[in-house]
């Protein structure tokens, strides 16, 4: 197993043991969209425990330097991605910023608080890839401001079809610590699931609107 993939299975395990992350396929959640799910994210709660937040912080160093080592500017999506950014930053020794998902009505009006110089390399963190909507607003304002966004690193993805076309179509790089597939796999393994729930659990990813319907 290379260590690539024992970083994805120990990240989702913490997310599962801390509750950030839970699979209910038989009695699924209801997004504000409207959409059943059956799986619940909230990676918020990682900041409350020490432990798993530095080695989320960690894991993002480590692919930093190894992928990404020309890397200038540590940018934060507001709210969730900001801590995760400052910890990174820090480690780092870099600088960092952060994104607001539209620019404030008051003031100087900044979507970006923080500095990005045209020309910068700008890494951009965030918890949670669904979609993609707002991680792609948040490297297209990376590039209004002069930055080159070299990726948006994310805690977890969904890995749904809907995010992987609109991240190619956007023409921004997207990587992350642990996926959806892979937290089936290690909550089955954990029984946390069942073998049934497996098929029901997989179909969700392939078709989140018909899910439940």
């Not at 910890?87 to 979507?111: C, E, F, S, T």
């Not at 948040?138 to 749904?160: D, K, N, R, T």
Request: proline fraction near 6%; glycine fraction near 8%; hydrophobic fraction near 45%.
């Amino acid at each position: 197993m290379s260590p690539l993939l024992n970083k994805s299975e120990q990240v989702a395990r913490y997310l599962l043991k801390i509750g950030a992350v839970a699979l209910r396929p038989q009695d699924p959640f209801t997004w504000t969209s409207g959409i059943k799910s059956p799986i619940y994210c909230d990676n918020r709660l990682t900041l409350s425990f020490p432990e798993v937040r530095g080695y989320i912080a960690d894991a993002f160093v480590e692919t930093i330097a190894s992928t990404y080592p020309d890397a200038e500017v540590i940018a934060g999506t507001a709210t969730a991605g900001i801590p995760h950014a400052a910890w990174v930053a820090d480690k780092l020794n870099l600088p960092m910023a952060y994104i607001r998902d539209k620019a404030k009505g008051h003031g100087k009006q900044n979507q970006i608080e923080g500095l990005i110089t045209p020309g910068q390399k700008v890494i951009v963190i965030e918890d949670l890839i669904s979609t993609g909507g707002s991680s792609i607003k948040a490297a297209q304002a990376v590039q209004e401001a002069g930055g080159i966004p070299l990726v948006v690193l994310a805690i977890f993805s969904y890995e749904l079809d809907r995010a992987t076309e609109a991240f190619a179509a956007a023409g921004v790089p997207l990587q992350t610590l642990s996926n959806y597939t892979t937290l089936i796999d290690v909550a089955l393994a954990q029984g946390t699931i069942a073998d049934t729930d497996v098929e029901l659990l997989q179909s969700w990813r392939k078709d989140p609107a018909s899910f439940g319907v």
